[in-house]
């Protein structure tokens, strides 16, 4: 897997999660903010996201945890956007260093 | 279909009569104690484990979707009391309490709700006790304990799970 597989995943899971909730966002793209003035999703939405890609991954057999320490403590925030969120779990999984 | 359903502390008890209960019934049971546990079953599956361990716990319940693809219902049974007085209670005996009563339902219940989230379904069941609402002298860290499962319960977010203390 590269990160754009996971850029994919993780962008597959947030368009699916806001049409089931009927979230009009234009086009999702690595700097689509998940928090913060601009973000699409709101508290609650970001969790059910958070939830749904540590399961999207696990279905690929892949392990990340989203909700470790590393990503709750970060001064820079895993979630700011797709890309970054995207980044935290390449890093995880040890595709990017 | 079958239930997937896990129950802690399966090795006796309340948990183990459970586990009987609904295998009986054609559940698939998902157990675990720290000790070894001698049921046998052909849809029971169990690992030796302590419920505070959060990598322990978070490995357990991943495997037990890896292999079923759901969990419908958490049981988190597995608990432990001290009946000393509060000055004869050593902080270790006040710590292994409350990390097993309410550790353990913390971690299961965070773990289980992930997956009961995303397939929009599931059910958990919490312990208390009447210590709790007798305000029991003598079981000031156990009753304790199970205040903090009660108000788990209570505050619970209501758009994950359904939630149920027993």
């Known amino acids: 897997m590269d990160f754009e597989q996971i850029k994919e995943i993780v962008t597959n899971v947030i368009r699916e999660y806001c049409e089931l909730n009927h979230i009009e966002v234009g086009e999702l793209t690595k700097d689509t903010p998940l928090i913060g003035s601009a973000r699409i999703l709101d508290s609650m939405g970001l969790v059910n996201v958070i939830v749904d890609i540590e399961t999207a991954f696990l279905d690929e057999d892949i392990e990340v ?24 779990i390449a890093r995880q999984i040890g595709i990017e260093a | 279909m079958n239930r997937v359903i896990i129950i802690t502390g399966t090795r006796k008890g309340i948990g183990r ?5 609904y295998l009986a019934e054609g559940d698939i049971v998902y157990g675990c104690s720290r000790r070894n546990c001698d049921l046998e079953h052909e849809n029971y599956h169990h690992e030796n484990l302590d419920v ?52 353990g339902s ?36 156990y009753s304790s304990s199970k205040a903090a499962v009660e108000q788990l319960t209570r505050v619970w977010p209501e758009k994950s799970v359904s939630m149920a203390s027993r």
């Open chain 2, 17 to 21: 009569y459970l586990a009987e209960q």
């Open chain 1, 65 to 88: 945890s989203l909700t470790s320490d590393a990503a709750m403590s970060s001064r820079i925030s895993p979630f700011r956007t797709i890309g970054a969120l995207s980044h935290f």
């Open chain 2, 106 to 141: 913390f971690l299961f219940s965070r773990e289980c709700a992930k997956y009961m989230m995303k397939q929009r379904n599931g059910r958990i069941v919490n312990y208390s006790t009447v210590a709790v609402a007798l305000n029991l002298n003598g079981e000031l860290v």
């Open chain 2, 52 to 103: 505070a361990d959060e990598e322990k716990v978070v490995a357990f319940v991943r495997n037990v979707y890896k292999e079923q693809k759901r969990i419908d219902v958490l049981i988190n049974n597995a608990g432990m009391a001290s009946m000393n007085h509060v000055l004869l209670t050593p902080k270790m005996t006040a710590e292994r309490v409350m990390n097993t009563n309410f550790m």
